[in-house]
């Protein structure tokens, strides 16, 4: 671990201020802002994060969470983990949610964990957090000891040659079917990303993972009204029964009408380089009855492109039965 | 009636919470690393990133001129480190370490994560830095960490009867299988720690190690000093499991920096180096044949096993620790060979041998159960043997039998269906197995001694260790049974090599071990008061004979009167002016004797256990493990369930979980760290029925008290598997059993 200044950001523009002079807000950064620490400090322990300015923006006014005028939910990025999973609303209307938070980690970690922080945890590679070893992600073009090496929890989808790291949230997994907007405010102002367009795909620049610039500060994330009648299920599916990560979940948000799917959303969580969601799955599944025949084919289409290493071939199968009994769940009757 | 019942004892056997408790839930206990020295330097090491090759150079120019940096020790810096000597009996001169080559003798590496240089500093976040400022350059070789094992040396005869070859090819029934176990890494939560302090002429080691005897005799070889210059304190362990039972490489180091600088020096290693440098249960592989009548009456059984081991050291995994004796078999065949692999050395962890060993039998007989279409029980209870037949010795006592009765009862199997996949609840389906278990019942050296103090109090001292087993409170016990005092008016010194020699925690020998010499120090202490109150001033009982004298729950009084009618000893040891009398005991070891033993003393075991299997998701978990065990008389319930809950929790990591993984290019264990490493969480523990069948084991001692440390863990591994076959129709026979062997 090598030295670092730590500063408090009194407002949202000095935090902005802060990061802009970073050189990068993605790996390598030379200023991070640091919110529950549970990614970062882990990570700057192990020489994987070495900035040189941390800024703290726990005292930032951003631990809200507020319904919207259109029935929809503001969350503030500080917002905890923990907070987020118990709020009533976010139990009534976002289910699937609160449920993948609670999946997560340990409820000492989601006391500490904010959805800011959560939307940007790293890769539990083990050889992105081991400095002895090569990893593009950590030090392009230094190769991927991933592929040939431990890749059992890595993905499966949206990888290339150059890096299989899984994106292990499980709340992002939700954020994917819910259709979040994440809230910035950068130096050019403030900007909104649909969710989807956050997360980047590895291709040949690992060490990039998001769409953020050096001075970007996540302020919020917004979720539109849950669709009426609508239900939601998260499953997750790991070796022990606690405190690991996903080797397959599922975030599902389907609406019944006359026993056929009349809308449905659907993202798998690790098993892709980001969070999963299959748009094309959503539209095989759209008009079709409700039963196992429509979700296994909704299942196979989501898993059409996977591509299995030496040691996760398993999590294809095991990807496609995760949803297809997420499916079950959002759809029995209630 | 078994002796127990009859005996009239009054808190042994009751239920006893820790007498170290308080101390432990207030912080107060002192665990190595909570030993701190005025100018004291914290010592972290440059760890090899390479398996195999030499060091050519190693750049320290950066590194030492860091802030707060004291040195950089290389190999011709730290200072003479000797070998040391092995000394092979279990006693106050044992010398054992399972890595024999002290650290930065020579510039080969062998292993990942081998020390390479010491940085030392003022502040553990100085050390640290300085350690990572250190530049190495390697010339590499591809390491050898092979899983597949194959056996390097001649396989070694380790037991063998009758013609087995001959007897299984002309069997009825064969079985032929070969079962994998990987290597484990013993993961105590408190870490390895080594704060040395020098004085000019003497070392006083503040250690976290399951043995302070040995300890000591090995770092003053190592250190090249007199034993009596080396002291060794190890007052509270947060557990070993056999990972601790033997010096490594971190103690010598922070004594020779130590030594070198004349400050004292704190070395904790980190939970990454724990998977590299302190040891771990060996890869094994072993082929099991086994041959049977169609009614199930074993007639050959054969074991070859191979474990790996590190480039210097030989280690063996005695798998067939329990094989020779388990079950009758007139031929029979055990062999061990290793294979050399660049991993650290392995070393004992927790029910080493015969917990892999079981593994393989006990998942074997199931195998052969299946194919003889008989009830796994039953299958054990036809081939129970009426005497130890490797040894050719009766058993001191031995219950397997109603182990497996009393086990099969209470979890309800005559209801099992046998057909895979049949039985379901709740829309899971059911997986029911079992699994017989064995461990060893003897007995270390041990020295103990017992004061009787003028404030009303006792005091029993010896070196040996408590490693979170419970250890002060059965030594206060023992007292207490014996002296007729209240456990809260004992004092319990253990963990110092100032005491009377104790041994080694481990093989679940200390409780064995310790009841013959406490019970004997404290009959001796109260003769020495008899004595005292025959003549001391002021007593009652001045000019009588001590042998007209008796002791009754803290009074001395005459014999054939009431004890309320003596003297409190208290009283009287005041009125003599003396501050206390004391007594010495000892027991001797039965491990490792050369003389062939009268009786052949083992605990044995059941256990049953009950998975939940959930096709649809591939989801395995278990749902009920109920555990019978013959291991004596239960000193302390509340330590004994406690022990056994734990094992069994153990059980289902090393079932599902457990697994050590090197990366084959550069030898390293790559999941070196408790996200990675996977252990049982809470919610992977059901809840757990123990009980015990209580036949003391007088041969042993005379309390007739045998070990429980660790049998049980040693059936889990396999009744689980034999439960996930019954669920899934899975055969495993390679540890864990992961989601990717059952999702077919
Ligand atoms: C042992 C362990 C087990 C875990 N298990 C799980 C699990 O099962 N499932 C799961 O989903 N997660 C798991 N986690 C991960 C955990 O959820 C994340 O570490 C946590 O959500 C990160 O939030 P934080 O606030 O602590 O982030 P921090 O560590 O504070 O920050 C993480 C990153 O985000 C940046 N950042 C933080 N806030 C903002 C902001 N407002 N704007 C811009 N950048 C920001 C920081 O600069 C940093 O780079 C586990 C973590 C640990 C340590
Ligand atoms: S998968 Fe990605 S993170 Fe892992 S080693 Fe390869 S490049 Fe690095």
């Known amino acids: 671990m090598q030295s670092f200044e730590f500063v408090r950001a009194q407002d949202a523009s000095a935090a902005v201020a802060a990061s802009a002079r970073s050189n990068t807000a993605q790996q390598g950064a030379s200023v991070r802002f640091v919110a529950g620490g549970t990614t970062l400090l882990d990570l700057m322990k192990l020489n994987v994060e070495r900035p040189l300015q941390v800024v703290d923006i726990n005292r930032l006014p951003l631990d809200k969470i507020e319904p919207l005028p259109d029935g929809g939910l503001k969350i503030g990025a500080t917002v905890r983990n923990a907070d987020l999973a118990h709020d009533p609303i976010v139990q009534r209307d976002y289910a699937v949610l609160s449920q993948a938070l609670l999946a997560g980690a340990s409820a000492q970690l989601r006391n500490m964990a904010t959805t800011g922080g959560n939307l940007l945890q790293r890769t539990r590679c083990m050889y992105f957090r081991d400095t002895s070893m090569p990893c593009n992600k950590r030090e392009p073009g230094t190769g991927c000891s991933a592929i040939g090496g431990a890749n059992r929890t890595l993905a499966i989808l949206g990888t290339s040659e150059y890096c299989i790291a899984t994106n292990p949230s499980d709340m992002n997994v939700a954020m994917a079917v819910l259709e979040a907007t994440i809230h910035v405010q950068g130096v050019k102002g403030v900007r909104s990303i649909p969710f989807t367009d956050f997360h980047v795909l590895p291709g040949n620049t690992p060490q990039r993972e998001t769409v953020l610039e050096p001075g970007d500060l996540i302020t919020h994330v917004t979720l539109p009204p849950a669709p009426p009648g609508s239900r939601s299920f998260y499953l997750k599916l790991r070796d022990r029964a606690s405190y690991e990560f996903a080797l397959a979940s599922a975030a599902v948000v389907v609406t019944v009408a006359d026993g056929k799917v009349a809308r449905a959303r659907m993202a798998l969580g690790g098993v892709g380089t980001k969070p999963w969601r299959s748009t094309e799955a959503e539209s095989l599944l759209t008009g079709q009855l409700v039963g196992d025949p429509a979700f296994r084919r909704a299942a196979d289409a989501a898993l059409r492109d996977a591509k299995p290493q030496s040691q996760n071939g398993f999590k294809v199968e095991l990807a496609k039965r995760c949803l297809v009994y997420a499916l079950k769940q959002a759809t029995q009757s209630a | ?744």
């Open chain 2, 1 to 744: 009636m078994p002796a127990t019942r009859q005996a009239t004892l009054s808190v042994i056997g009751k239920a006893q919470p820790r007498v170290d408790g308080p101390l432990k839930v207030s912080g107060k206990a002192m665990y190595t690393s909570d030993h701190n020295f005025p100018g004291m330097l914290y010592a972290v090491p440059v760890c090899a990133t390479i398996a195999n090759g030499e060091v050519q150079k190693i750049d320290t120019n950066a590194a030492e001129k860091m802030p707060g940096v004291r040195a950089i020790f290389v190999r011709n810096t730290i200072g003479k480190l000797f070998r040391a000597s092995e000394g092979v009996a279990f006693d106050a001169e044992m010398s054992h370490v399972d890595e024999n080559r002290p650290p930065l003798e020579d510039d080969v590496v062998r292993y990942y994560g081998q020390y390479v240089a010491l940085a030392v500093a003022d502040t553990f976040e100085r050390a640290s830095a300085a350690a990572d400022a250190v530049k190495v350059t390697y010339s590499s070789r591809p390491p050898n960490v092979e899983p597949r094992l194959a056996p390097e040396t001649n396989q070694k005869v380790e037991s063998e009867r009758g013609d087995a070859a001959k007897a299984f090819d002309a069997a009825a029934v064969q079985l032929d299988q070969t079962y994998d176990l990987p290597p484990e890494t013993h993961n105590p939560i408190e870490l390895h720690a080594s704060v040395a302090v020098w004085d000019g002429t003497a070392f006083t080691l503040y250690e976290s190690t399951q043995g302070v005897v040995n300890h000591r005799n090995v770092l003053a070889q190592m250190l090249g000093v007199p034993k009596e210059n080396v002291r060794v304190v190890s007052k509270f362990l947060g557990s070993g499991f056999g990972g601790k039972l033997f010096p490594w490489t971190q103690s010598a180091l922070a004594a020779a920096a130590a030594r070198q600088l004349g400050k004292p020096v704190k070395f904790v290693v980190s939970r990454r180096m724990m998977f590299q440098s302190v040891g771990h249960r060996p890869r094994v592989t072993q082929r099991i044949r086994l041959s049977a009548t169609r009614d199930g009456k074993l007639t050959s059984l054969r074991q070859d096993w191979v474990n790996h081991t590190s480039i210097l050291d030989d280690y063996k995994e005695n798998c067939g620790e329990a094989t020779p004796f388990m079950y009758s078999v007139p031929n029979l065949r055990v062999t061990s060979a290793q294979a050399r692999r660049h991993v650290g050395p392995p070393t004992p962890m927790r029910g080493p041998g015969a917990v892999p060993g079981l593994w393989a039998t006990e998942s074997a007989m199931d195998e052969l159960a299946l194919k003889l279409g008989i009830d796994p029980v039953q299958l054990r209870l036809v081939n129970e043997p009426k005497i130890d037949e490797g040894l050719n010795i009766p058993f001191s006592s031995r219950h397997l039998k109603e182990c497996l009765s009393t086990g099969a009862q209470k979890f309800g199997w005559e209801k099992r269906n046998p057909s895979v996949g049949s039985m379901k609840r709740d829309g899971l389906t059911l997986g029911w197995g079992m699994a017989a278990c064995s461990w060893i019942a003897e007995r270390f050296a041990f020295a103990a001694s017992v004061e009787l103090r003028d404030d009303g109090t006792a005091r029993v001292s010896t070196a040996t260790q408590d490693i979170g087993t419970g250890t002060y409170t059965i030594l206060a016990l023992l007292v207490s049974e014996r002296l007729g005092l209240a456990v809260d008016k004992i004092e319990v010194a253990l963990g110092d090599t100032r005491l009377p020699p104790g041994p080694l925690s481990g093989g679940s020998m200390v409780t064995a071990s310790a009841v013959h010499a406490v019970t004997e120090a404290a009959a001796k202490a109260i003769d020495a008061l008899l004595a005292t109150a025959a003549k001391a001033h002021g007593s009652k009982f001045a000019g009588r004979k001590a042998s007209e004298l008796e002791y009754t729950n803290a009074m001395v009084h005459a014999k054939g009167e009431s004890a309320s009618s003596g003297m409190p000893f208290a009283d009287l040891l005041r009125a003599g002016n003396l501050q206390s009398v004391s007594g010495a005991g000892s027991s001797q070891a039965t491990f490792g004797s050369a003389s062939k033993p009268k009786f052949s003393s083992h605990s044995f075991g059941a256990q049953f256990v009950e998975v939940t299997w959930q096709p649809e998701i591939a989801r395995l978990r278990v749902s009920r493990v109920v555990t019978v065990i013959d291991a004596g008389r239960i000193l302390n319930p509340l330590a004994g369930r406690n022990q056994i809950e734990g094992a069994v929790v153990m059980g289902i990591g090393m079932s599902l979980f457990e697994e050590t993984s090197y990366d084959p290019r550069n030898g390293a264990p790559i999941n070196s760290n408790l996200a990675d490493y996977i252990v049982s969480s809470n919610a992977d523990v059901p809840s757990l029925d123990v009980h015990f069948v209580e036949y003391p084991d007088t041969h042993l001692n005379e309390l007739g008290a045998r070990g429980i440390g660790e049998i049980g863990l040693a059936g889990v591994a396999a009744a689980i598997a034999n439960a996930v076959y019954h669920a899934t129709g899975v055969r495993v026979r390679e540890l864990p059993i992961k989601i990717e062997d059952l999702i077919v």
